[in-house]
């Protein structure tokens, strides 16, 4: 089975600092993905990635950027943290090759609270 | 991607067969039906995908009807580890975006 690893798992951060969120796979999937997850509501994405050097703006980019420097690692960077982003961030990977089509794989999540 | 429509919630006790719907009016023809769920806390998890044809595993029956324009994941002898939310999705394979939006999805609850 596909792993998909994030790091840190928790983090708390100051309004106005830097944060980056890592995520790792091991499968060798084309796409990545980042979610937030507020509670009570459903996922939303970010960023995505099609591979090296790829990202995409999702549904709500904005106050995020994203890195895929390779194939198994894609970040996600807050410039300048703001208590609004405090959520809890999912990273997937998938691939569209072969009948697993867009089976997507997610990391556990990173909780991370600005204050 | 085309829209999916789901119940908010539905409820259900230990050992019945769960039926959750999904509505997909305006699916395209290369769309497949793909369901995941998710617990607290945990990132979501596939559960099984469709085309035209129902499918099983060993989580779960989907049942897909014959105009695609809807589809039922169907939950057999639940247990109380099957209290999450589940989400129905239409994804394209081959030449499609790798954008995957999710909804809200149908938060099944579990009673013992």
């Known amino acids: 089975e596909a792993a998909v690893t994030q790091s840190p798992r928790n983090k708390v951060a100051v309004t106005g600092g830097k944060v980056t969120l890592s995520c790792n796979q091991t499968?060798?999937?084309?796409?990545m993905y980042w979610y937030r997850q507020d509670t009570g509501h459903g996922l939303r994405l970010i960023h995505y990635?099609?591979?090296?050097?790829?990202?995409e703006k999702g549904d709500i980019p904005d106050g995020y950027k994203a890195s895929r420097p390779s194939q198994e690692n894609f970040s996600l960077i807050l410039e300048l943290a703001t208590p609004s982003q405090t959520s809890v961030y999912f990273c997937?990977?998938?691939?569209?090759?072969?009948?697993?089509?867009?089976?997507?794989?997610f990391g556990e999540g990173s909780r991370l609270i600005v204050v | 991607d085309a829209k999916t429509t789901q119940p908010d919630s539905m409820e259900s006790t230990e050992g019945e067969t769960v039926h959750l719907p999904c509505s997909h009016a305006?699916?395209?023809?290369?769309?497949?039906i793909y369901w995941y769920r998710q617990v607290p806390l945990q990132g979501p998890e596939y559960v099984t995908h469709?085309?035209?044809q129902n499918t099983t595993n060993s989580m779960a029956f989907l049942a897909i009807a014959s105009d695609r324009k809807s589809s039922t994941l169907i939950l057999p002898h639940v247990s109380l580890r099957d209290a999450a939310v589940y989400h129905c999705?239409?994804?394209?394979?081959?030449?499609?975006?790798?954008?995957?939006?999710f909804g809200e999805g149908t938060k099944l609850t579990v009673s013992s």
């Open positions: 305006t699916i395209s023809g290369n769309e497949y």
């Open positions: 999705i239409l994804r394209a394979h081959q030449g499609g975006s790798a954008k995957l939006i």
């Open positions: 499968n060798n999937h084309n796409n």
């Open positions: 990635s099609y591979g090296a050097g790829s990202t």
């Open positions: 469709g085309l035209q």
């Open positions: 997937a990977s998938g691939d569209a090759r072969g009948d697993s089509g867009n089976t997507l794989y």
